[in-house]
Nanobody, 113 residues
């Protein structure tokens, strides 16, 4: 199983980005998907998660700004990030919840003030 994240970049505070992740080799689907991030010098944290029924949960600091979604037909998931803040700067990764897949390279998100 491979995961490939994309969509990161450099954006000013208040801007938006849409991250994407494609999971290959997972014909059974993933019951619970998640987006994680790791900022420099910090531990990786779970930012958003969603189950097969579409129930979503978010880290308090991103509630109302981030939206997780999935496209099961394409084994893909997305993270729409609005009103970005400098503290959102991190490398973002997708994985299952709990983390059962091999970690991908991640995608860098940098928010300038």
């Amino acid at each position: 199983v491979h995961v490939v994240e994309s969509g990161g970049g450099l954006v000013q505070a208040g801007g938006s980005l849409r991250l994407s992740c494609v999971v290959s080799g997972s014909p059974g689907g993933i019951p619970r998907i998640g987006w994680y991030r790791q900022a420099p010098g910090k531990q990786r944290e779970l930012v958003a998660q969603q189950d097969h029924a579409g129930n979503s949960h978010y880290l308090d600091s991103v509630k109302g700004r981030f939206t997780i979604s999935r496209d099961s037909a394409k084994n893909a998931m997305h993270l729409q990030m609005n009103d970005l803040k400098p503290e959102d700067t991190a490398v973002y990764y997708c994985n299952s919840v709990p983390e059962l897949l091999s970690w991908g390279q991640g995608t860098q998100v940098t928010v300038s003030s």
